[in-house]
């Protein structure tokens, strides 16, 4: 069993940043590929970010290209999102989930094991 905690959301101006974390106990993180979601109000899930088990690749959906990077410190258990240049637009509740495999370019209709309960962030204009 794994428990996800994510931390970091909140409320921030257009234009502003916020770190996201999500912080892994139970099994061996650095066994689970890493993924953050989003659900923003009245729309359904979003695939944000993916970070392979190593840190060594990771992938973006186009929305948050250039402006979002996900890395995770295998040490300290935890995967982080780095939202810069944040848009009205990225108001959502974000989540974390860990999937033993990294679905490199496909991450609708995949099996993950585990899922935090969610940080929201929302974006004043």
């Known amino acids: 069993q794994v428990q996800l905690v994510e931390s970091g959301g909140g409320l921030v101006q257009a234009g502003g940043s916020l770190r996201l974390s999500c912080a892994a106990s139970g099994r061996t993180f650095s066994n689970y590929a890493m993924y953050w979601f989003r659900r923003a109000p009245g729309k359904e899930r979003e695939f944000v970010a993916a970070i392979n088990r190593s840190g060594g690749s990771t992938d973006y959906a186009d929305s948050v290209k250039g402006r979002f990077t996900i890395s995770r410190d295998n040490a300290k258990n935890t995967v982080y999102l780095q939202m810069n240049s944040l848009k009205p637009e990225d108001t959502a509740v974000y989540f974390c989930?860990?999937?033993?495999?990294?679905?490199?370019?496909?991450?609708?209709?995949?099996?993950?094991?585990?899922w935090g309960q969610g940080t929201q962030v929302t974006v004043s204009s």
């Open positions: 989930a860990a999937a033993p495999v990294y679905y490199s370019g496909s991450y609708y209709y995949r099996a993950y094991n585990y």
